[in-house]
Nanobody, 116 residues
Framework: VQLQASGGGLVQAGGSLRLSCTAS????????MGWFHQAPGKLRTLVAN???????NYVVPVKGRFTISRDNAESTVYLQMNGLKTGDTAVYYC???????????WGQGTQVTVSS
């Protein structure tokens, strides 16, 4: 199983980035796909996830700014991040979660840096 994340970078506050995560080795459409972030010295925490049926869920700080979506044909999950803030600076990881077994797979992370 491989999850390949990309799309991170350096952006000014108020800017936008689009993260992508492409999976292989799993039946992508069966999995809940999620984005997490981890800032230096902090725990890795959920940003958003999208269930197999397409239902999105967001943590409060990103509601209205971030949009998660999935393309099952491409085995890819996206995170469109608008209105970025310096507090969004972190390494972003994608995760594939089998809702039946709770087996989880992680991508390698992509750095997002938001400057003021």
């Amino acid at each position: 199983v491989q999850l390949q994340a990309s799309g991170g970078g350096l952006v000014q506050a108020g800017g936008s980035l689009r993260l992508s995560c492409t999976a292989s080795g799993i039946i992508f459409s069966h999995y809940t796909m999620g984005w997490f972030h981890q800032a230096p010295g902090k725990l890795r925490t959920l940003v958003a996830n999208i269930e197999a049926d397409g239902t999105p869920n967001y943590v409060v700080p990103v509601k209205g700014r971030f949009t998660i979506s999935r393309d099952n044909a491409e085995s890819t999950v996206y995170l469109q991040m608008n209105g970025l803030k310096t507090g969004d600076t972190a390494v972003y990881y994608c995760r594939a979660l089998d809702p039946g077994t709770a087996m989880a797979y992680w991508g390698q992370g992509t750095q997002v840096t938001v400057s003021s």
